[in-house]
């Protein structure tokens, strides 16, 4: 969710619960974490994965290679694989946050697309800093349920931050872009209410995952994940012409259940589908 939403969150949460941690995944490589604390935080231990954070509110103080370090709302943090840190508040009034972590794995075949041969792995030697590229790429993972093409374009979106980051390491490339492939990727899509596995998208287009994602947003302005989001929910609007039940609507459109069809449904089009049935049906043409 956006990070004006996160903060807005944590602060009802906050007064409710005190600490509390939420987590989703691993799906793929990918885990999700939103957090409050105000009292004890958390001992210094390791993550296998990279460690991309967003402080929303209050100061997060931590240990990191030797030093103190402090977040700030809106700052990013960076942690690499394997290095030891703790967390803790950095005033009485607790820090809110959330955070990507992502296999290292992942982060090294995306580099190897976006700039066009194999790279090192990006090292900061600042944990923390200021990089909207990377905030926006680790809020976006937290509006949506993290499917297959949207955890692609979340990989590329955080490989590309990190590369930018990390002075040391060479330039993202200017994708060269394979029309074909990509016009079939796109046909595919257009093809079918169903989400899309990366792999599906990968044997139709020619491409590896990573390059699709790139090449994709270059040439139609858009994440494959995106297109195939607008897509499902262009078919779920024609099927709220029906009598169908909201849940089966859901569901031939490919969404979890009904809750999470709502909400990509309000996002996109600002009120939530019942309303929008609700108003269909009282229109009258002239």
Do not use: N
Not at 3 to 14: D, I, K, M, T
Not at 111 to 135: C, H, I, K, M, N
Not at 197 to 225: I, W
Request: proline share 6%; charged share 25%.
């Amino acid at each position: 969710m956006p990070a004006s939403l996160v903060a807005s969150a944590h602060a009802g949460l906050e007064r409710s619960c005190g600490d509390w941690v939420r987590t989703r995944g691993p799906f793929g490589g990918v885990e999700l974490l939103q957090a409050w604390f105000k009292e004890r935080g958390f001992s210094p231990h390791r993550h296998d994965t990279y460690g991309i954070g967003v402080t929303d509110a209050g100061v997060q103080t931590f240990e990191y290679r030797g030093a103190v370090e402090r977040s700030l709302p809106g700052q990013v943090a960076v942690l690499h694989p394997d290095e030891k840190h703790d967390g803790r508040p950095g005033t009485a009034d607790g820090f809110g946050y959330h955070i990507v972590y992502v296999a290292p794995e992942l982060i090294a075949r995306a580099l190897r697309d976006v700039v066009g041969r194999a790279t090192p792995l990006p090292f900061l030697r600042e944990p923390v800093l200021a990089s909207e590229q990377l905030a926006r790429a680790v809020s976006s993972a937290f509006e949506s349920d993290l499917e297959p093409l949207a955890r692609d374009t979340l990989v590329v979106r955080l490989a590309e931050g990190l590369l930018r980051a990390d002075a040391s390491l060479p330039k993202a490339s200017v994708p060269c872009l394979d029309q074909r492939g990509l016009a079939r990727a796109r046909d595919c899509l257009d093809s079918t209410s169903s989400v899309v596995r990366s792999s599906v998208l990968e044997r139709v287009s020619g491409l590896s995952r990573y390059a699709l994602s790139r090449q994709f947003r270059a040439l139609y302005g858009t994440s494959p994940y995106r297109y195939s989001l607008l897509r499902r929910l262009d078919f779920a609007r024609e099927r709220l012409r029906s009598d169908d039940q909201l849940a089966d609507v859901a569901l031939a459109a490919g969404f979890a259940d009904q809750a999470h069809f709502t909400r990509m449904f309000k996002a996109a089009y600002g009120m939530p589908p019942q309303r929008y049935r609700t108003l269909q049906s009282c229109a009258r043409w002239s």
